[in-house]
């Protein structure tokens, strides 16, 4: 198994420009989880899908984030407009559901590192 | 991706001696904690995982401690090798109140391990 598959690995953009990072999530996985990562906050969860559908998107920070996820081996995190605080580094994970007799561990891909200059 | 913060708590140990990473969860209703390792420009990797009814579990070369009395969790690695050097976080999953057990892993802040050759 690849893993799960991040695109792309580096992304830098204007401010105002829109960004889309995109995540594969390995095979078999009903859960996927965006989560953005910077020093001063550490790695925070903005959305979560199960079975494509998302469950709880609290985390997102505003308006100019969205997620989809249109079928089991593709999802999308959009920002529009991008801003230079939304620079980061941003992962996407996917896991085995919870009683399937398997750990609950994430794998996370390698990240897509965002700079909004 | 950068995960160091610069105020990160750092721990440096000398090869081939035994290190011991700290965590205070947050949660007393959290049944489900993992330890994951980040090297620098790649995604948070599993490492080990322990169930809330168990006090200890052991993988290969490292120990996960927990002790819910007072909400502390503790990786040990036995014989530090440079490989060792990253980040490690500790996470936490909260059971839900509807007596489910999906819910998203909150991270703690990570400390650094430095091993000294």
């Known amino acids: 198994d690849a893993g799960v598959i991040q695109s792309p690995r580096h992304e830098v953009t204007e401010m105002g420009q829109e960004v889309t990072l995109r995540c594969k999530p390995i095979s078999g996985h009903d859960y996927l989880f965006w989560y953005r990562q910077t020093m001063m906050r550490g790695l925070e969860l903005l959305i979560y899908f199960n079975n494509n559908v998302p469950i709880d998107d609290s985390g997102m920070p505003e308006d100019r984030f969205s997620a989809k996820m249109p079928n089991a081996s593709f999802s999308t995190l959009k920002i529009q407009p991008s801003e230079p605080r939304d620079s980061a580094v941003y992962f996407c994970a996917s896991s085995f559901p919870p009683g399937a007799g398997l750990s609950y561990g994430y794998t996370f891909g390698s990240g897509t590192r965002l700079t909004v200059v | 991706g950068e995960s160091v913060g610069l105020h990160l708590p750092t721990l440096s140990v000398q090869e081939g001696d035994n290190s011991i990473i700290n965590c205070a969860y947050s949660?007393?209703?959290?049944?489900?904690f993992i330890w994951y390792k980040q090297e620098s420009g790649k995604g948070p990797q599993f490492i080990i995982d322990i169930r809330s009814n168990m006090d200890k579990r052991q993988g290969q070369r490292v120990t996960v401690l927990l002790n819910k009395t007072v909400k502390h969790l503790s990786l040990q690695i036995a014989a530090t090798q440079p490989g060792d050097s990253a980040v490690y976080f500790c996470?936490?999953?909260?059971?839900?109140?509807?007596?489910?057990?999906?819910?998203?892993?909150?991270f703690g802040k990570g400390t650094k391990l430095s091993v000294k050759p």
């Open positions: 996470a936490e999953k909260k059971r839900l109140s509807y007596g489910g057990s999906q819910g998203n892993l909150i």
């Open positions: 949660n007393s209703a959290s049944d489900y």
